[in-house]
């Protein structure tokens, strides 16, 4: 048995970071929670360009894009991972070890940046809640392979 994990995560890049004050936000006294709350796409797509086991995960953070006073700021992020799944895992192991290893990756990754960037804004730093993987995620085909 091998020490290496059959998952690896080769890139992390963002092609969105957007996090915007609202002007006439006041915080209100104690709960500081969000209203709306944060809405959280992932999307996994199988890689073929890359070759056999890359995939391409992209998850898409929106927190308040109307820009309501009942939150402090409105945010629009994606970030996307590559990674790979070597040949010990079944198709369906590696689907769905995929999907979790860049549900967490993703999240976790978006989380930090937005309380980063929120640190340095004028209500303070906004710190993501937990993100829950739902059952309906699945890795699908890229375009190109569909046919």
């Given at each position: 048995m091998s020490d290496k994990h059959p998952i690896s995560l080769d890139t992390?890049?963002?092609t969105k970071c957007m996090v915007?004050?609202?002007p006439g936000y006041t915080p209100p006294e104690g709960d500081m929670s969000l209203v709306p709350a944060p809405e959280n796409n992932i999307?996994?797509?199988k890689d073929s360009e890359r070759g056999h086991g890359w995939y391409e995960a992209t998850m898409r953070t929106v927190i308040n894009p109307s820009m309501e006073k009942t939150a402090p700021y409105s945010v629009e992020m994606m970030c996307t991972a590559i990674l790979h799944a070597d040949d010990t895992l079944t198709e369906e192991d590696a689907n769905r070890g995929i999907m979790i290893t860049a549900h967490s990756?993703?999240?976790g990754a978006i989380?930090?940046?937005v309380a980063w960037l929120t640190g340095r804004q004028p209500y303070g730093p906004l710190v993501l809640g937990l993100s829950v993987l739902r059952p309906s995620a699945k890795v699908q085909e890229a375009p190109h392979e569909k046919q």
């Open positions: 992390v890049m963002f915007t004050a609202v999307q996994v797509r990756v993703l999240h989380r930090e940046t």
